[in-house]
């Protein structure tokens, strides 16, 4: 009997039809500033999130890697990486408020980061004469965490959000996160003041290899190590010794 049952369960086991193959797609991140074609930066109009006439966001894969001594972004960090982003304008594809977008990445023996600003040049002459005096670099006064965690390859890796701070004196936003085993820190500042605006400003994505907690040290570190390129030497009547050249963000 218990030969004649097992007989009959594996002839009905048998005649079932194969399971069909399932494919499944897991949904594609959103880009937030999805609006025309990321190949022609100048087709996106101002918005709430980008205040500038021209994609801005970072885009690792589309800016082409340059010597840092060429970029207006640099780091001294051996072997540190610098992408040369998008030149975006402030409000139409005619705009003279050149603003450039540039990015720089490396690492050391304690941490890894990402940094990119953007900085336009106060004291630009071109041949149609100095640049209007509401040009800006954006303070993006709506900068919250949904920007953050959009800021770069890093931090679109990143989960287990917390500690998010935005202090709205000074403009800098800050939250801590985690990337795998990592503990990271994203934040951004703001340069010098000029007419509404800034001249520049930095946003950052720092990972500690040890698992420890990013420490004030590290960030200072990081800072440090980078240098914004404030002079715009494309089309400058201006020489470098009459402008700002470089600065420090720290």
Not at 43 to 67: H, L, Q, W
């Amino acid at each position: 009997m218990l030969i004649g049952a097992g007989s009959t369960a594996g002839v009905a086991d048998a005649q079932q039809p194969p399971l069909p193959d399932v494919s499944v797609t897991a949904p594609a991140v959103q880009d937030p500033y999805a609006v025309g074609d990321p190949r022609a930066p100048r087709t996106v109009a101002p918005s709430e999130i980008n205040p500038y006439y021209g994609r801005n966001r970072v885009d690792e894969s589309m800016f082409a890697e340059k010597p840092c001594s060429e970029t207006r972004l640099a780091t001294n960090v051996s072997g540190g990486k610098c992408l040369e982003g998008y030149k975006i304008g402030e409000d139409s594809s005619s705009s003279v408020c050149h603003i450039q977008l540039d990015v720089v990445m490396g690492a050391t023996a304690t941490y890894t980061f990402e940094a990119d600003t953007f900085v336009f040049d106060p004291y630009l002459v071109s041949a149609s004469g100095p640049l209007p005096k509401n040009c800006a670099v954006s303070k993006q006064s709506q900068y919250d965490l949904a920007r953050l965690q959009d800021m770069n390859q890093m931090t679109r890796r990143g989960s287990n959000w917390q500690s998010y701070v935005k202090n709205d004196d000074t403009g800098e936003v800050t939250a801590e996160y985690s990337d795998g085993r990592l503990n990271c820190r994203a934040f951004r500042r703001l340069g010098p003041n000029w007419h509404g605006g800034v001249v520049w400003s930095v946003h950052a994505s720092i990972c500690r290899l040890d698992g420890v907690a990013v420490q004030p040290a590290d960030i200072h570190s990081m800072l440090s190590s980078l240098k914004i390129r404030v002079y715009d030497p494309r089309g400058n009547l201006r020489p470098p010794e009459q402008s700002m050249n470089y600065v420090t963000p720290e």
